[in-house]
């Protein structure tokens, strides 16, 4: 059997793998020079970095299993911690190793800058939102559902909308609230207490899995053409063909937008939010009280310590930090950690669609396409999730899944 994977992100290169682990000939074709798509690895004035910083989360059980599966060590490769939202001097909720759910009963009761009539009335509320399954009656956004429970407090600034904009890069005035109800059932409403935890990359992403993936995929036989862009797939009755070539079955693999001109009409109607990160970096001995900390001030919002002095400051969704020039952002970060020096060094990258926006009752399209020998993956097909990691590696894995079912 012969099958092509088109585009060589995280949710490709899942595909790529099950399908040749299967004994599938595989051939990837990826548009870039390098692999990873949104999640890739990149050198900049001789420093190793990513296109966006990203953050990974204990539930992430696909990606951790496929990175194990190509030889990347996730204990090695990701730096493990126990949930922990620090705002310093402001706000703290912190997770203790304990077995779940104990482990988010205890950071919970004992979160700072909250009262206890509060934590008593969210504690009801989580128990309520878990008996329901994390289920919602109809989806709304994320602020009307908190606005109902009765969520007005410190913990809604200071923890819930935070979480959402990190995991749906949308504000809660627009984001779906039963995507983020999914988010904190597979994450803090886990029974697994390795669910809960922060992973944070010790490595570039390139390193984390999409080059990995690929040392694999060579080694056992896969065929990978980067920097080739396909233009289209031609159902033929004996295959499906692609530059040229035909192949018993197809996986489109790239990003919403190019998926809709390879394969139409997919007819996908989204809207996508921009994400920022900028690196500041600092003398070797600067470092923040824990790797993950919350910003508060006009444009921070969250800021990651990559070790030896280096900060990356994310910015998630469309807000006022996008009309500011690439110096005055970094500048206005600078002014907000209040660090004691200036940095030595800054980059900002934007990428201008990072994520579908994961609005209420958003429709995706069908994984399965009209003709059952073309399969969609890629992130914006895991209706489950927003756009994450996660969600691009279980839809390559459940792409490859169809296909070899029909062999
Ligand atoms: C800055 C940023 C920060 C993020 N932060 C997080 C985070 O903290 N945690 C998290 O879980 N997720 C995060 N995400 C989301 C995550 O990166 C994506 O959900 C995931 O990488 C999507 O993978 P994918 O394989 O579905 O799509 P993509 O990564 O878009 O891969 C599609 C690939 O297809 C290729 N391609 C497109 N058209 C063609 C064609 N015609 N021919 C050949 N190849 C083609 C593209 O070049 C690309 O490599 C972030 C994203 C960004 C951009």
Redesign the pocket.
Known sequence: MKVAV?????????AAVDLTAAGVTTTL????RV??????GIDIAGRRL????????GA?RE?LNLMQQVGADPAQLLDRHPLQVLDPGIFRLALPRWPAPLNVAWGLLSAVAVDWPEKAKTALWMQGVKWRGFRLPADTTVAAWLDAAGQTGALRRHLWEPLCL??L?LPAERASAQIFANVLRDSLGSSRRADTDLLLPRADLGTLLPEPAVRWLVTNGATLHFG????GLVPRPDGIEIAGSIYDAAIV???PQ??D??WPPLAITFDYEP???VYLEFSPKTALAFPLQKQSGKYGQWVVDRNNGLLAC?L?GHGDWEALADDQLAAALCAELSLPEPPRWHQV?R?K???FSCRPSLARPDWRTADSRVVL?????WADY????????R??RRAAHAILGKR
């Open positions: 088109i585009g060589g992100g995280w949710a490709g290169l899942a074709f990826e548009a870039g692999p990873g798509g949104r999640a890739r990513d296109n966006g910083q990203h953050i990974l989360l992430y990606t990190a995991a890069n080739t862009r396909i233009t693999a790239t990003a190019h998926a001109k390879l994400i920022a990160t994310v998630s990258i990428e669609r990072a994520t993956a890629g992130d914006y097909t927003p756009a994450t990691l996660e969600g691009a590696v839809s390559g």
